[in-house]
Antibody, heavy 125, light 111 residues
Framework: QEQLQESGSGLVKPSETLSLTCTVS????????WGWVRQPPGQGLDWIGY???????KYKPSLDRRVSISLDISKRQLSLRLSFVTAADTAVYYC???????????????????WGQGIPVTVSS | QSVLTQPPSVSGTPGQRVTISCSGG????????VNWYQQLPGTAPKLLIF???WRPSGVPDRFSGSRSGTSASLAITGLRSEDESDYYC????????????FGSGTRVTVL
């Protein structure tokens, strides 16, 4: 059964870099889109970005200059780095497996099929 | 402020049919398919509907989706107490080199 497990520091100081890892137990890790979604306390879901092995990454435009997502196939790990964090980056961070395709009727279709349990991260001094 | 707008809350009695609207624009819902996620309190979201109206295995057929123009909707028929949850629409947005966007979320309350 597929599992996504987030790990990393739950407390980050302002202006420092948030680093999280997601260990994936799923077949064909190199054949899916892997990404991150966050949810600030009491608020809605916020897409951060995704990566597809040997294809590249897509990031939320407002985070583009601070975020980096990478995938280590051999370790079966997805990583997130978010630099220069502020209190606004406090959230539960979810790693996720998505699918993407294009056809005439659906346009650009992207959806998230599988989610980790989430890891809370607080930005505070 | 989300690109996709949903009503903050919707309520209904058991057995009733409720609908949740999701309003967007030409670069997202107007061009690309819509997904819906259910998030029970304290848990990770779960994919409920993808590609406008497809249900993943295990999702009851009480849940259905539709898309028209720059809007989409999720319908829940035969409302049950376990449907009390937050629901989010989402779609790909073609602007600014492309990104995925979630709706603002709707809390469904079963009275």
């Amino acid at each position: 059964q597929e599992q996504l497990q987030e790990s990393g520091s739950g407390l980050v100081k302002p202006s420092e870099t948030l680093s999280l890892t997601c260990t994936v137990s799923a077949p064909a890790i190199d054949s899916h889109y892997w990404g991150w979604v966050r949810q600030p306390p009491g608020q809605g879901l916020d897409w951060i970005g995704y990566i597809y092995h040997n294809v590249g990454t897509k990031y939320k435009p407002s985070l583009d200059r601070r975020v980096s997502i990478s995938l280590d196939i051999s370790k079966r790990q997805l990583s997130l780095r978010l630099s220069f964090v502020t209190a606004a980056d406090t959230a539960v961070y979810y790693c996720a497996r998505g699918e993407t395709y294009y056809d005439v009727s659906s346009g650009n279709a992207h959806y998230i099929e599988s989610w980790g349990q989430g890891i809370p991260v607080t930005v505070s001094s | 402020q989300s690109v996709l707008t949903q009503p903050p809350s919707v309520s209904g009695t058991p057995g009733q049919r409720v609908t949740i609207s999701c309003s967007g624009g030409i670069s997202n819902i107007g061009s690309n398919s819509v997904n819906w996620y259910q998030q029970l309190p304290g848990t990770a979201p779960k994919l409920l509907i993808f590609n406008d109206d497809w249900r993943p295995s295990g999702v009851p057929d009480r849940f259905s989706g539709s898309r028209s123009g720059t809007s989409a909707s999720l319908a829940i028929t035969g409302l049950r107490s376990e449907d009390e949850s937050d629901y989010y629409c989402a779609a790909w947005d073609d602007s600014l080199n492309g990104f995925y966007v979630f709706g603002s979320g709707t809390r469904v309350t079963v009275l």
